[in-house]
């Protein structure tokens, strides 16, 4: 933290991020004494930055979290967790599954939780390319991949470009789990004070509150850094990704993180 009270904080441009933190960074929440100095990256660059430690409070993907929580503790609030919010695995038509271990894939980043479920689902050693998400369909329309991990609200929009999935691995989770799918958390910097921490989950929380109030005002300020301009697709986007988890990750929420980051060692994938 640069001075008493302020703390730079980042999330990604997608629009679950941009209506949870609407009120909080237009000024509209009593935020306590503190001040915020917020930056937008999509989520592998706020991934890598958790590595270096540069944000005092960060989005970041559930498996970066895991690789890192000795230097950055879970806020309650904020969350991209749920069911029936998964990434999916998609390719061409007509692209044949039974040499599936032989295609080579495009994926959002090396350290998000698409990647870890990616690996937990098919342990087969893929040819990869990690991208910013928004570049995934490019790639999969120019042939330089056979499949592709999407998230985001390109889940809602692949088959307009006549993509087929492959498996949708949030489903594939449940039914091996029984869980929700956690995807992402709000963390803290362990430099950050508990009472800061505190202070920041309750008004994350008041933040939803208040876009959910008024679910007009965050609009313009998602469509600015969506990728997706459809209201109804922004719409679909923040039915799925912000709910009951995104107020608390509560217990089912923290013991769903707890049987990821398991069956990530199980596997070898997490140390």
Known sequence: MSAAGRFTLGFSPC?????????????LLSMEGCRLSVELHDVETLNRMAAEEILDV????????????????????????????????????????????????????????????FRLWSPADHEKIYVPYDRIFALLAQ????????????????EQLGLER????????????????????????????SVHRT????????????AHKFPHA???????HAQEMNAEVLQKHVATYVNDFSLTLGAKGREAIHCLASMARQKGVLT
């Open 58 to 117: 960060t989005k970041l993907s559930v498996f970066a979290w895991l690789k890192h929580q000795s230097a950055y503790r879970l806020i309650d609030s904020g969350a991209a967790l749920g069911y029936g919010c998964g990434p999916l695995v998609v390719a061409r038509p007509g692209a044949d599954p039974r040499r599936l271990s032989r295609w080579r894939f495009a994926l959002p980043g090396q350290d998000t939780t698409a990647h870890l479920l």
């Open 199 to 210: 202070a920041l989950e309750t008004t994350i929380r008041d933040s939803i509150h208040y």
């Open 143 to 158: 042939g330089q991949v056979d499949g592709g991990v999407i998230i985001h609200e390109n889940r809602f929009t692949y």
């Open 15 to 27: 629009p679950n991020d941009t209506f949870i933190f609407y009120a909080m960074v237009h000024g």
């Open 218 to 224: 965050p609009l313009a300020y998602m469509r600015a």
């Open 166 to 193: 492959v498996v949708d691995l949030g489903a594939w989770w449940e039914t091996q789990t029984g869980l929700p799918i956690p995807l992402g958390v709000i963390a803290a910097h362990k430099r950050v004070p």
